[in-house]
């Protein structure tokens, strides 16, 4: 079966600083993973996607994301952190089945220190 | 404005009581999905509907759950005889067919059921 896993519970980074919430996935055949993020009473937002191609996938907001076969990663990253940023972010993975299944990691929240 | 719309935006009930949630969808769009997400967790698929025709259901969608899309257009999700382990954020997305095999989904706010 398809899953992800999201490893960390929370990312605390300082505003300015880089930042990477990590993601891990397993499926069977090529994989199709996308990230999520949910702001505080907001509904999830769609951030970017990889279906195929480059292995850095460029999104919204400044978010970028690198899929590594090898590793079975796909961790979203961004060069400098906004205390705008912080949130709970969502790795998810397409399931099998021809439409728009996605299965979601647990989420791993975002804190961005001033 | 045009974003999937969920009504109500919080619903309190008793146990053993029933609950209907509502769900509009961008109007364009074909696919509608229903999750639930609770706390500490990543929403979790429970139904698929194409057009009026539901696809899909979870296992998670117990028999006191029951989902329709009468016209195509917007959905219901009603929970008959209430649990409070039924306490949960109820997602409604959506998404039109030209896009519904790439992945992105639009998600309304949510509709968060705690029983008492």
């Known amino acids: 079966a398809q899953s992800v896993a999201q490893p960390e519970d929370q990312v605390n980074v300082a505003e300015g600083n880089p930042l990477t919430v990590k993601c891990t996935y397993s499926v069977s055949g090529n994989p199709y993973l996308f990230w999520y993020v949910q702001y505080p009473n907001r509904g999830l937002q769609f951030l970017l996607k990889y279906i195929t191609g480059d292995n850095l996938v460029k999104g919204s907001y400044g978010f970028e994301a690198e899929f590594n076969k090898s590793q079975t990663s796909f961790h979203l990253k961004k060069p400098s952190a906004l205390v705008s940023d912080s949130a709970l972010y969502f790795c998810a993975v397409r399931d099998v089945g021809g439409y728009n299944k996605l299965i979601f990691g647990a989420g791993t929240r975002l804190a961005v220190h001033p | 404005d045009t974003g999937v719309s969920q009504n109500p935006r919080h619903k309190i009930t008793k146990r053993g009581q029933n609950v209907t949630f509502r769900c509009d969808p961008i109007s364009e769009h074909n696919r509608l999905y229903w999750y639930r997400q609770t706390l500490g967790q990543g929403p979790e698929f429970l139904t698929y509907f194409q057009n009026e025709a539901q696809l899909e259901k979870s296992r998670l969608l117990s028999d006191r759950f029951s989902a329709e899309r009468p016209k195509g257009s917007f959905s219901t999700l009603e929970i008959q005889r209430t649990e409070q382990g039924d306490s949960a954020m109820y997602l409604c997305?959506?998404?039109?067919?030209?896009?519904?095999?790439?992945?992105?989904?639009?998600f309304g706010e949510g509709s968060r059921l705690t029983v008492l």
């Open positions: 997305a959506s998404s039109p067919k030209d896009r519904g095999n790439t992945g992105e989904l639009f």
